[in-house]
């Protein structure tokens, strides 16, 4: 099946270029004297509007792409600029700072804080960027109710599905308009029906609000939704697929009958 993809022209915020690009990025771990390359001079852009599907065998580099370019963790050479600004020549706190105004994240483990309701979950992003209490709640309530969980607002994590869960990470992750959505197979704890309904609803937030997500993921089905798909191999990307988007800006209005 496919789905159109609605293109933000790169412009829509006022600012041009790409969203992220990455040049050279390199790293490795070290553990005493044995090191381990996990990025090999990787280049890669992101553009406004993509959902790009990241593939590839475990332990290829997909997690460490990921929070290399989130600036999660640091890099041994190169550079990752977002939205222009240079991730790695910031300060650890402006970095810090950076990130939660800039972008969300999704991982396997829910890392939902278990004594606080899914309200106060989702809002807990806004009111760390001095968002005020009352527009928090307010928001964090929409966005719940966009990801379908509006009757579970004040349920705790424990007291609702392992999708439901996920739901509200994604509430969690989306709640600050973030410029980019990283998830790190946010399925992967999931029995398949909960994982498709996650799945969807990603593959929706993308469609429909132009939200940039990169998804690492080893659902087929996704890679072939996505509106790219890379494929990392040892710590390489070996390829990169783009599918036609349907520019909607560009589609003619229909005439009146
Ligand atoms: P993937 O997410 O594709 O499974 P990872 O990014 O987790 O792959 O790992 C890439 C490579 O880096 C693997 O060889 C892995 O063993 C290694 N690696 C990952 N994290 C660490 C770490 N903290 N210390 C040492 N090696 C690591
Ligand atoms: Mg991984």
Redesign the pocket.
Known sequence: MHIPHRVKRAGDDGSAGPLLRADGVRKVYRSGDVEVPALHALDLTVERGELLAVMGP?GSG??TLLNCLSGLDEIDAGHVLVEGHDLFAMSDAERTDHRARTMGFIFQAFNLIPVFSAAENVELPLLLTGVPQVEARERALAMLARVGLAHRAEHKPNEVSGGEQQRITIARALVGRPAIVWA??PTGNLDTTMAAQVMDLLCELNADEGQTIVL?THDPGIGQRASRCVTMVDGRLVRDVRRPAIDLTDVPAVPAM
């Open positions: 475990s997909k997690t790190d197979e690492v």
